[in-house]
């Protein structure tokens, strides 16, 4: 099949598959996406918000690994659904003990407690209190965290907090720029002139300060930050697509529209629309990095996710004293996924902007 027989969807697919870069940021977004999916059925932790809390074996190096005495909790855990379990993950129905040492006698356990390194406590346990497996062993493959909870769950879980801030954002942005872009374009005139004054307005407050004022506003937490960083990054949407109608609102086919009487909304939404989609995916895929970054320096400061949910940028924040001690890859496992998927995103949007031949239009 020929390139000239190719629609332009095809022939832009073929050319994205040829950027090495680009296949590259697919593949990881698409790896993040599975892992955000199904973060809690991956994830050594399954505990809401990996949120299991040994504090006997905080701050441990990667590749730390450790016996543990399963204790049966006093409480009866019931068994999630399949569906409830893949949004918030499952209760442990056991205690996690550390121990260096356990010998069964008749009906019991004896073991020798892990405390802190070099002290230990011995004590005796029923077997009618444990599991029937009453010893497990666990390898923490990225340490654990000041609170003794395995760095690798919660960087799994936190996932989740990075690609749903830049999707929820990129869809608010999107939703409004599209919106006031396409109203300031196609009318112009006194309408251009009051949407272009309103994001000259936006454009000039600096987007960390319009965020600090929009997350104070609504209260921390995890929806709100989503909602702050949507509300300050439709602006550079919006100014792209008003120059995009701007240059297709005089093109044959949109005057074919209005000859043939369709309504405004119709001509802009069925006729404009899908005819500047292109460099609008390619500032999407640039803002959802930003956000992804906007998020991170946000729980970074603590206006952002609370915990104990697992956000990248809190887990740099609780740890980053590490760096310069024993163990700096509780800071630095957060960072480099943070630098990995950022990266992932700007070559889809370098590679997007070349497939859709959109580089002189931006």
Known sequence: MSTGSLSFQQAAWKRLKKNRGAV???????????IALFAYFISPDPSPNANRIIVEIDGEKPGFTQDFL???????????????????????????????????????????KFIDEGVSERQSFHLSELDKDPVATKKFLLGTDNFGRDILSRLVVGTRVSLS??????????????LLGSLA???????????????N???????????????L????????????????????????????VLAVRELEYVEATR??????????????WPNIMGPVMVIAAS????????????????????????????????????????????????????????????LLGNGLRDALNVRGRL
Not at 78 to 91: A, H, M, R, V
Not at 219 to 241: E, N, P
């Open 24 to 34: 590259f940021g697919l593949i990881v977004i698409i790896m993040a996406v599975f």
């Open 201 to 215: 307005v936006i454009w000039s407050i600096p987007t960390l300060l319009l965020v600090f004022a929009i997350t």
């Open 165 to 178: 801030v830049g999707l929820i954002t990129v869809i608010i942005s999107l939703s409004i720029g599209l």
């Open 70 to 112: 399963k204790i049966r909790k006093e409480k009866d855990v019931t068994t999630p659904s399949f569906f409830k379990q893949l949004l918030n993950g499952k209760e442990d129905v056991y205690y996690y003990a550390p121990i260096t040492a356990h010998e069964q006698k008749g009906d019991s356990i004896i073991v020798q």
């Open 259 to 272: 000859a043939l009487g369709f309504s405004n909304a119709r001509t802009i939404v069925r006729h404009i």
């Open 287 to 346: 803002n959802f990095a930003s956000a992804i970054v906007i998020e991170a320096g946000l729980s970074f400061l603590g206006v952002g996710v609370q915990p104990p949910q697992p956000s990248w940028g809190l887990m740099i924040k609780e740890n980053y004293n590490f760096i310069i001690t024993q163990n700096p890859m509780l800071a630095l496992a957060p960072g480099f996924a943070i630098m990995l998927l950022v990266l992932a995103f700007n």
């Open 185 to 199: 374009g196609y009318f112009r005139g006194r309408t251009d002139d009051i949407i272009m004054w309103f994001i």
């Open 217 to 244: 506003a609504l209260g921390k937490g995890f929806w709100q930050v989503f909602i702050a960083v949507g509300l300050t990054m439709w602006v550079s949407v919006a100014r792209l697509v008003r120059g995009q």
